[in-house]
């Protein structure tokens, strides 16, 4: 959020990918900031299209990551206000995998042109690669 605001950035976007072993599930996590522009209409018209953009984002992923089973999204607005970054809205949304139509497909497309999305693979990236441990598993161990 501070690079967002920082850098005067239309948007901001960060996808990552949790694996679970048991169940096996794949999960996507896709976060995007969306600050209003003032002069691009109605705040209800912003949070209509941040809606819009937000469910586009969360198919995309699905599309370039077949084997997720959930993808989840969270889109922000943000703003600075006596220095600090604050937020007046979010939205929120978990959903599986859609049904890809052809017309489904052509829709996806569509959005992604009408947000200006870039190609994911066109993008830098980070990868981290480690284990967590889950804090919560109960050991079978006594003390």
């Not at 992604?112 to 480690?130: C, I, N, S, V, Y």
Request: glycine share 4%.
């Amino acid at each position: 959020m501070e690079r967002c605001v920082s850098e005067d950035m239309a948007r901001f976007v960060r996808r990552t990918f949790v694996t679970r072993r048991f169940p096996m599930q794949r999960i996507g996590y896709l976060f995007l900031i969306l600050p209003q522009d003032k002069g691009a209409g109605t705040y209800d018209e912003y949070r209509a299209y941040r809606g819009s953009m937000l469910q586009t984002y969360c198919h995309s992923l699905f599309r370039e990551q077949p084997k997720l089973d959930t993808v989840v999204g969270m889109a922000f607005d943000i703003y600075l206000k006596d220095g600090e970054i604050r937020t007046r809205s979010e939205d929120v949304m978990a959903m599986a995998p859609p049904d890809w139509t052809p017309e489904e497909i052509e829709f996806l497309e569509t959005n992604r042109t009408l947000f200006e999305m870039q190609d994911p693979r066109d993008l830098a990236g980070t990868k981290m690669r480690h284990l967590i441990r889950n804090p919560f598993r109960a050991s079978l161990r006594s003390p």
